[in-house]
């Protein structure tokens, strides 16, 4: 069964520094990765998407790679602002499994 | 296009009462799932659908829960009876045709059962 873990749960930083969130997942038997954003009492926007087979995807002042032999995803944030404060989840989309499964997230609050 | 579309956003309803939430697909989204958000559980998947038919259900809780597809653009998730832990966002969210492909989230609706 897919596991998917991002640490940390919460995270604070000051305005304009660079940031990494961090996602593992069990299972690397995966069609892709997706990284999403959740603001309060609000739905999902997603932000990347990266194929099985890409290293890394960008978009703007976020970047996001995958490791898939180790399990791992990176979501990059530089010159954060204070906008970018969310929760920001994690999902893969397993081989023979047709369907997402969601990390926890991570809270980030920037810190204007 | 206006996105995945759910009614209503907030519902607010008694123990025992019939609970429908409605879920108009992205046109041209084959793909259709059904998502429950609470804090102690996270996101988890309910049920989904392929051009309308339910593939994987597993995820519904119990036989209170059932969701129907009767065509492309409507989906319906129906919970009779309620029962307070049935309070969480609901979300719907669609996909095009080839697997593993982006989904796309509605706002949810927010159910509170009293």
């Known amino acids: 069964k897919q596991e998917v873990t991002q640490i940390p749960a919460a995270l604070s930083v000051p305005e304009g520094e660079n940031l990494v969130l961090n996602c593992s997942f069990t299972?690397?038997?995966?069609?892709?990765l997706q990284w999403f954003r959740q603001d309060p009492g609000k739905g999902l926007t997603s932000l990347l998407l990266?194929?099985?087979?890409?290293r890394e995807q960008t978009s703007g002042r976020l970047n996001a790679s995958l490791d898939k032999s180790s399990g791992r995803s990176t979501l990059y944030i530089a010159a954060s602002q204070p906008g970018d404060s969310a929760t920001y989840l994690c999902?893969?989309?397993?081989?023979?499994?047709?369907?997402?499964?969601f990390g926890t997230g991570t809270r980030l609050t920037i810190i204007p | 296009d206006a996105g995945v579309i759910q009614s209503p956003r907030h519902e607010v309803t008694e123990m025992g009462q019939e609970v429908t939430l409605r879920c108009k697909p992205i046109?041209?989204?084959?793909?259709l799932f059904w998502y429950r958000q609470t804090m102690m559980r996270g996101l988890e998947l309910l049920i989904y659908?392929?051009?309308?038919?339910?593939?994987?259900d597993s995820g519904m809780p119990e036989d209170r829960f059932s969701a129907k597809m009767p065509n492309a653009s409507f989906s319906t998730l129906k919970i009779q009876p309620s029962e307070p832990r049935d309070s969480a966002v609901y979300f719907c969210?669609?996909?095009?045709?080839?697997?593993?492909?982006?989904?796309?989230f509605g706002p949810g609706t927010r159910l509170t059962v009293l």
């Open positions: 969210a669609s996909s095009p045709h080839t697997q593993g492909n982006e989904q796309f």
């Open positions: 046109s041209g989204h084959d793909y």
């Open positions: 659908f392929n051009n309308n038919v339910p593939i994987d």
């Open positions: 990266i194929q099985s087979s890409q």
């Open positions: 999902a893969v989309w397993g081989f023979g499994n047709e369907k997402l499964t």
């Open positions: 299972d690397s038997a995966i069609y892709n």
